[in-house]
T-cell receptor, first 115, second 113 residues
Framework: DTGVSQDPRHKITKRGQNVTFRCDPISEHNRLYWYRQTLGQGPEFLTYFQNEAQLEKSRLLSDRFSAERPKGSFSTLEIQRTEQGDSAMYLC?????????????FGPGTRLTVL | TQLLEQSPQFLSIQEGENLTVYCNSSSVFSSLQWYRQEPGEGPVLLVT?????EVKKLKRLTFQFGDARKDSSLHITAAQPGDTGLYLCAGRLGSSNTGKLIFGQGTTLQVKP
């Protein structure tokens, strides 16, 4: 039984560089979510996909952020021109649309540090 | 302002003690989940409650959903050091047809041997 996987687990970059993270959901799950978590806080919603369609984006997702799920399987989250304020844990979760109470399962996260 | 307020934010207790964590809102949630998160890892789902007044038990953990589906509690009996971690409540707003979860800010629990 494979859960949600994320790659890389850790990323250190310099301010102004672009970074891309990957998420592989649980195989039969059709919904995929991205959240961001800063130290001492709960996760904050960024965006979610149902199959390949991006159905909602948070106001937190500035124009430097873009997410894709081209074939309705894995997803990528790209941050362009990173800023120190982007330093956080980026979490991916997946769920099965048919389950009405939206039980989401999380991956281990990607820890981003922007120097 | 936080849509889901958790209290307390920090809790340090001795092994064997009991504790309760609260998750409160002025909004109605169609479902509410509790997660436990360890440092450097993603949240792990503990339980989902969907019906007002529902009580679920997971070994020494008891979860309750308020009658009006605006609040929830997590009670741990005879806490053990392995219970140490960040406990998060998260809910889906009753009026929303989106998939997103609203999270509380978390309760950090430390259980000392």
């Amino acid at each position: 039984d494979t859960g949600v996987s994320q790659d890389p687990r850790h990323k250190i970059t310099k301010r102004g560089q672009n970074v891309t993270f990957r998420c592989d959901p649980i195989s039969e799950h059709n919904r995929l979510y991205w959240y961001r978590q800063t130290l001492g806080q709960g996760p904050e919603f960024l965006t979610y996909f149902q199959n390949e369609a991006q159905l909602e984006k948070s106001r937190l997702l500035s124009d430097r952020f873009s997410a894709e799920r081209p074939k309705g399987s894995f997803s990528t989250l790209e941050i362009q021109r990173t800023e120190q304020g982007d330093s956080a844990m980026y979490l991916c979760a997946s769920s099965l649309r048919a389950v009405s109470y939206n039980e989401q399962f999380f991956g281990p996260g990607t820890r981003l540090t922007v120097l | 302002t936080q849509l889901l307020e958790q209290s307390p934010q920090f809790l340090s207790i001795q092994e064997g003690e009991n504790l309760t964590v609260y998750c409160n809102s002025s909004s109605v949630f169609s479902s509410l989940q509790w997660y436990r998160q360890e440092p450097g890892e993603g949240p792990v789902l503990l339980v989902t409650v969907v019906t007002g007044g529902e009580v679920k038990k997971l070994k020494r953990l008891t979860f309750q959903f308020g009658d009006a589906r605006k609040d929830s509690s997590l009670h741990i009996t005879a806490a053990q050091p392995g219970d140490t971690g960040l406990y998060l409540c998260a809910g889906r707003l009753g009026s929303s047809n989106t998939g997103k979860l609203i999270f509380g800010q978390g309760t950090t629990l430390q259980v000392k041997p």
